[in-house]
């Protein structure tokens, strides 16, 4: 009943298993790829017709995360999968960016590519597995699909890189200084297509050596799929590119003169203006037929990216008019917003993003649901990218795919430098509103959000500054690398490579690329002169920053405190009483965890310093010889009990009332009274010894024994 196809080898540590044929057999491809005994299942539909009209590749991907792989049940009230998680979504990005740029050129049928996590055994992340059977899928599928590819993940430990670090390895590496990497490489057999990392200040050549590192792992991987198709795939897909030449021969012909000229204007919404108007005019002396040939939006790329390409690199001069390592002017502003914790406006040419830092509670952070287990965030950074941020009119809803990637991007970018949650007990939440955008308002936001949290006290440690550069890579092999690139420069580019850093090194780095020819040479090249960007962009932040940001009074001050762990309950209390008693009566919001240390947050000092008295009066010992103030509780005829320590009471013997004997307590002594005593000690039963005879009750201090005498 099935023809059942298995490839195995071994990866790393582990297994890595390839097999098709006995699930999805109605799906143009379908395999399942185990590494561990963590299983992700690929299955690859395509259309063999283009819709009319269609001018794009319509290529989605979706990564789906199942509960049961992990033997969960799902939370909240439906107990089901429902909308992608920030993972499901980010993963499904990370597959997407490789396996587009190798469908060949021309293709516009839709593709489908669906990944679903199977089981997942703690230990292995599915990404990774789920990229290589997507891959393994493709390839088998007949699509006109120019791979395979493959994937890994890389860490850096001790000087030394490591293929596929395990979850718990790459699990919040701020709190792991042992590892400082946390990369994810794609490729084909000749070179690398993506590029994504969380770093912790690497020098260039670190994350170069990563990289290589990761594009030699993938080999066998790539070859393990290449074995499978040998034995598995299907006949090839017959597509043939339309040859649409002699209609891009009309459109140069009509146009070329005006498009040159309007892309000659160095001002973006004029150089925007001036580019749709050339194109009308060629659309005015191309035939009907002409203009109803669904080629036409090739041909007019074509034409814009030949113009744009080739100044570039025989001129090395851009639509801008500036030099390819030259950075747009840039602006700086700190503490524009009066009752914000802390903002920033950055500007750098016509790309802005306002950004804003809160500070909150362990109440504001961010409890995550995830298939490993269940754990909070205290870094939340979220990117918003109106229409209006490009002059359009254009629909506004939820945050989708791109603004979603672009705010994980700048999350990994700065919280590499975040200060340790024991010195900085805050929740930090940035929000980046790109209100102009003209080339990689992702990095606008690093520099941004570094900005406004310095702006809001949060002591980093060093500024980060990220750059977007650009190549353009001709069929010679000339090519030219751009620093700080434009909106059309991304979008008739060969790559897009996101650098971000501090003066020290880098902290994040995301590249994408839609040719197979760049070289590790090209790319040292590339980071070194990203490295000389960012490193301006740092210096034009420094000068918003004139001294140390004083803390918005409008942010709660928080306090910790460390108890022991056995005092927990005490703390809290039967049923949270006791904690719940602090909180009410000095009015400041109480944190405990299971280590036992405390967060006492409020914007009143006195109100942090009466919750930290109770708390400590219920956690510390008394210590003997020291002098404490009570209240008579009970008044009995031997003496007196005192509650002069939190919830701990002592007797004061009728003989330590007074330097006089007296017939009974009550005759100085009343409950309630409010009196000065000295810990003498315990007795042999663990009783508290009180005396107030010696001290002062005016004072509360101790008085000598040759006062006592006289």
């Known amino acids: 009943m099935f023809n059942v196809t298995t490839k195995s080898m071994q990866w790393g540590e582990e297994t890595l298993t390839l097999e098709t044929g006995k699930v999805a057999r109605q799906a143009d491809g ?35 995360e199942k509960y049961y ?58 990404d990774m597995v789920a990229m290589i059977a997507a891959s393994a899928a493709l390839t088998l599928s007949g699509a006109p699909f120019m791979g395979p590819i493959a994937g890994c993940r890389v860490g850096f430990e001790d000087g030394e890189y490591v293929l596929n670090p395990t979850v718990d390895d790459m699990q919040d590496l701020r709190l792991n200084p042992e590892q400082r990497l946390d990369l994810v490489v794609a490729g084909t057999k000749d070179a690398v297509m993506m590029v994504e990392s969380e770093a912790y200040e690497l020098s260039e050549a670190e994350m170069l050596g990563a990289v290589k590192f990761a594009h030699e792992q993938i080999q066998p991987v790539i070859d393990l799929i290449i074995a499978l198709a040998e034995d598995a795939a299907k006949e090839p897909f017959d597509f043939q590119p339309e040859d649409y030449s ?46 109803e040939d669904i080629n036409l939006g090739s041909a007019l790329k074509k034409l814009e990216a030949g113009i744009l ?13 500036r030099k390819t390592d030259e950075i747009r002017d840039i602006t700086a502003e700190t503490g524009l917003l009066p009752r914000t914790h802390g903002s920033a406006l950055f500007t750098r040419g016509e790309t802005q993003g306002l950004v804003v830092t809160t500070l909150g509670t362990g109440d504001d952070e961010q409890f995550i649901d995830a298939l490993h287990g269940n754990f909070k965030s205290n870094f939340l950074l979220h990117y918003n990218f109106p229409p209006y941020s490009v002059g359009e009119v254009g629909r506004v809803g939820p945050p989708g795919r791109r603004e979603i990637g672009h705010g994980k991007l700048a999350w990994r970018a700065l919280q590499a430098v975040l200060p340790a949650a ?57 090519y030219a690398i751009l620093s700080d690139i434009l909106g059309d420069e991304d979008h008739l580019g060969d790559m897009d490579f996101k650098v971000a850093g501090t003066e020290n090194g880098i902290t994040s780095l995301q590249m994408d690329i839609k040719v197979a020819g760049i070289t590790p040479e090209i790319m040292e090249k590339a980071l070194e002169q990203a490295k000389a960007g960012r490193l301006h962009i740092l210096g034009e932040m420094n000068k918003a920053l004139s001294g140390a940001a004083e803390f918005s009074i409008h942010a709660p001050r928080i306090e ?3 108890v022991p762990t056995d005092k927990i309950r005490e703390v809290i209390g039967s049923g949270g009483k006791v904690i719940r008693e602090i909180v009410e009566v000095s009015g400041a919001k109480v944190d405990i965890n299971d280590d036992g240390i405390i967060k006492i947050a409020s914007p009143n000092a006195d109100a942090i310093q009466k919750a930290y008295d109770m708390i400590h009066s219920i956690v510390a010992e008394p210590e003997e010889g020291k002098v404490y103030t009570g209240k008579v509780v ?11 320590f939190g919830k701990r009471d002592g007797l004061v013997h009728v003989s330590q009332i007074e330097n006089r004997r007296l017939n009974h ?10 009196v000065k005593v000295k810990l003498l000690g315990f007795d042999d039963r663990g009783k508290v010894r009180l005396s107030m005879k010696v001290v002062d009750q005016e004072t509360g201090e101790e008085i000598k024994k040759e006062e006592a005498a006289e």
């Open 30 to 64: 379908s395999v399942i790829a185990t590494l561990g005994e963590t299983s992700v299942m690929a299955n690859v539909t395509y259309a063999r017709k283009q819709k009319p009209g269609q001018d794009f590749f319509p290529l989605t991907v979706h990564y789906n």
């Open 69 to 126: 792989a992990a033997g969960k049940i799902p939370g909240g009230f439906f107990k089901r999968e429902a909308r992608p998680t920030e993972k499901e979504t980010l993963t499904s990005r990370l597959i997407d960016r490789p396996i587009r740029p190798l469908f060949v050129p021309g293709f516009k049928n839709e593709v489908l590519v669906m990944c679903t996590v199977l089981s997942h055994d703690l230990v292995n992340d599915p």
């Open 246 to 291: 002699e209609l891009y021969d009309a459109v140069k012909a009509a146009g070329e003169t005006e498009m040159r000229a309007a892309f000659a204007i160095v001002d973006k919404q004029e150089r925007t203006a001036a580019v749709a108007a050339a194109r009308e005019t060629i659309l005015g002396k191309l035939s009907e037929e002409q203009q």
């Open 309 to 321: 390409r080739g100044d570039v690199v025989k001129t090395g001069k851009r639509i801008d008019g």
């Open 422 to 478: 024991t010195d900085f007990p805050y929740t930090i939440r940035v929000v980046s509103e790109i209100t102009e955008s003209n080339g990689s308002s992702s990095m606008a936001s690093v520099c941004g959000g570094s900005l406004s949290m310095m702006d809001a006290g949060v002591p980093l440690k060093a500024p980060v500054a990220g750059v977007a550069m650009g190549l353009i890579l001709e069929d010679d092999g000339s």
């Open 560 to 562: 910790t405190m460390q």
């Open 634 to 644: 009970k008044i009995v005829d031997f003496g007196a009990f005192v509650n002069f």
């Open 665 to 674: 307590p009550s005759d100085v002594l009343k409950e309630g009274q409010e």
